[in-house]
T-cell receptor
Framework: EDQVTQSPEALRLQEGESSSLNCSYT??????LFWYRQDPGKGPEFLFT???AGEEKEKERLKATLTKKESFLHITAPKPEDSATYLC????????????FGTGTSLTVIP | NAGVMQNPRHLVRRRGQEARLRCSPM?????VYWYRQLPEEGLKFMVY????????ESGMPKERFSAEFPKEGPSILRIQQVVRGDSAAYFC???????????FGPGTRLTVL
């Protein structure tokens, strides 16, 4: 069965302190790996889609990378407004269109 | 272009009542997905629909749950005879044809008393 594990569960950073979030996955034929941001009481907000190992995507202070077994979300010089839960999901070729989500990393950036 | 819309945002039901959750996809999106999020758990897939068709309902409980996406109007997730364990946040997502990325609505938070 397709599976996604995110680490750490929670992360506290000082403003400006860069770090990375990890998403490890097992999937039969990766169609895509997706990163979302979720604020409390809201729906997931789309950030990135990655399709193949070696691919990288950037948006402001965020950069997502992909290998054959895991993805990293790098946060450079974070600000308090980056505080949120970051979700990773995979879509496999053998499981239709559904996404398998990890449980997320809760990021808190302290001013 | 308005995002995915869901209503109601909050719904309170007593055990045994019915819950109806509505989802209007983004304009131009013909694919709708429903997910459930329990506290401390990840989003779990329930059902995937296109207009007038259920494509994949492998994540739907076999009893009490049903979904539809009619030719006109929003997609509906219906839960009959709700129980306390149905309390959760239910999210709808939509995607355009030939695209994998799913865009999520704000969710409906169901509380069963």
């Amino acid at each position: 069965e397709d599976q996604v594990t995110q680490s750490p569960e929670a992360l506290r950073l000082q403003e400006g302190e860069s770090s990375s979030l990890n998403c490890s996955y097992t999937v039969s034929g990766l169609r895509g790996l997706f990163w979302y941001r979720q604020d409390p009481g809201k729906g997931p907000e789309f950030l990135f889609t990655l399709y193949s190992a070696g691919e990288e995507k950037e948006k402001e202070r965020l950069k997502a990378t992909l290998t054959k077994k895991e993805s990293f979300l790098h946060i450079t010089a974070p600000k308090p407004e980056d505080s949120a839960t970051y979700l990773c999901a995979v879509q496999g070729s053998g499981t239709g269109n559904q996404f398998y989500f990890g449980t997320g990393t809760s990021l808190t950036v302290i001013p | 272009n308005a995002g995915v819309m869901q209503n109601p945002r909050h719904l309170v039901r007593r055990r045994g009542q019915e819950a109806r959750l509505r989802c209007s996809p983004m304009k131009g999106h013909s694919h709708v997905y429903w997910y459930r999020q329990l506290p401390e758990e990840g989003l779990k897939f329930m059902v995937y629909l296109q207009k007038e068709n259920i494509i994949d309902e492998s994540g739907m409980p076999k009893e009490r749950f049903s979904a539809e996406f009619p030719k006109e109007g929003p997609s509906i997730l219906r839960i009959q005879q709700v129980v306390r364990g149905d309390s959760a946040a239910y999210f709808c997502a939509s995607s355009p044809p030939n695209t994998d990325t799913q865009y999520f609505g704000p969710g409906t938070r169901l509380t069963v008393l």
